[in-house]
């Protein structure tokens, strides 16, 4: 054992003096320092070989400690990093709804304002429904329009649109439907129009809940 501390002692002796190898008088002193403070510290180990042991194991606890934390915190990092990856994918995935939603909504408007300058002039303003008795690809009632009234005809998505009738109330045009059906005409349905412009019945009932609401603030 004091054999080889001597040896371990000697080669960072050695290794120091390479390292530090200079010309420089404070610096050789300070070598020089270094060496007797080692060379005091390896004769206490000579002595006691087991405080050397227990040091050396104290390291070692350490090592193991620091090595134990270490794996614990890259397995922290790797849950944050997969976290951090799907909170990303799904960010990106938002944005390109918002884009989706963004670019239908810019085509609704332009659509709805391109219907709103073709409208007739005679429109009847705010909510109004009207009960479709048939949409068809090559069949145009189209000649009739002018010479009816409450009749009325539209092409949309590449087919032609009748509607009849105008109601203010979604109820009457409900029971106006379920009449016309009784007569046989199995295709009618209720279609809401704003401001003569065709919309979705979701559209229709978000603009009546608009009306009431400001119909009740301003009494």
């Known amino acids: 054992m004091k054999r080889l501390l001597i040896v371990l002692l000697s080669s960072c002796i050695a290794f120091s003096s ?8 404070n610096k050789k002193k300070k070598n020089k320092a270094e060496y007797k403070k080692w060379k005091k510290k390896a004769k206490a ?11 050396e194991e104290g390291y070692q606890r350490q090592i193991e400690e620091l090595t134990q934390k270490n794996n614990e915190l890259q397995e922290q990092y790797n849950q944050l990093q997969e976290q951090y990856d799907q ?62 009234e409450n009749f009325y005809g539209e092409t949309q998505d590449g087919l032609n649109k009748y509607t009849i009738g105008k109601f203010r109330d979604y109820e ?46 301003n009494p």
Not at 131 to 138: E, L, P, T
Not at 210 to 215: A, H, L, V
């Open 18 to 25: 390479v390292q530090g190898y200079t010309p420089d008088k």
């Open 87 to 148: 909170l990303n994918a799904e960010l990106r995935s938002k944005s390109n709804q918002l884009e989706i939603c963004q670019q239908e909504k810019e085509r609704l408007k332009t659509a709805y304002e391109a219907q709103k300058q073709l409208m007739k002039k005679d429109a009847m303003p705010g909510l109004v429904y009207r009960v479709q008795i048939g949409a068809f690809r090559y069949f145009d009632l189209s000649k009739y329009l002018k010479h009816t």
């Open 172 to 217: 009457m045009a409900e029971a106006f439907k379920k009449d016309l059906r009784r007569m046989g005409i199995r295709d009618a349905w209720v279609v809401p129009y704003i401001d003569g412009v065709r919309v979705t019945m979701q559209e229709a009932r978000r603009y009546e809940q608009m009306q009431r609401q400001q119909g009740n603030a």
């Open 45 to 55: 180990f000579v002595k006691n070989p087991m405080a050397l042991k227990a040091k």
